[in-house]
């Protein structure tokens, strides 16, 4: 599926009625160059769960769980993993099979480690559409679904 926004609030909008299809154990790959709004689509992703506190992104600390919505949610943010096994220290695997629904920021970093099955979810800017453009490409990948990222 493609979708198209033309601000930061139809790009959250649009996290907020994804989050509604969304079931415990589901994973998410989130594909984007720094500012192109992965945060502010996952701050739509939250508030569609009921997560009410405030959602950033967790660059330095890896990983954020928020507990109070719908379901628990896992946002990881792996763009500082230089290696795989700093996940497996992290214990990735309890919250990938998990109860919740696990976001992924920069997973092509540690595509080997995703699921056999997940949701890629890619952001991309045009510039000749406008400042605020955004092209969001969501679609299922992994080993069942033709390769990993």
């Not at 990983?63 to 763009?79: A, C, I, K, N, S």
């Amino acid at each position: 599926m493609i979708y198209e926004t033309y601000s930061a609030e139809e790009t959250q909008e649009l996290g907020k009625q994804l989050a509604q299809q969304l079931q415990p154990g589901s994973v998410c790959a989130l594909i984007g160059d720094l500012g192109v709004g992965k945060t502010v689509f996952t701050q739509g992703i939250a508030q569609g769960l009921g997560i009410t506190e405030p959602v950033c992104s967790p660059t330095f600390t890896i990983l954020q769980v928020y507990e109070e919505g719908r379901m628990p949610f896992y946002h990881f943010d792996v763009y500082r993993i230089a290696d795989p096994e700093e996940m497996e220290e992290l214990g990735y695997e309890e919250y990938f099979y998990g109860d919740g629904f696990t976001m992924v920021e920069w997973a092509d970093r540690i595509a080997e480690l995703m699921p056999a099955s997940y949701q890629r979810i890619t952001i991309c800017k045009d510039l000749e559409k406008g400042f605020d453009y955004r092209r969001i490409l969501v679609e299922m990948a992994g080993h069942e679904h033709g390769g990993a990222l």
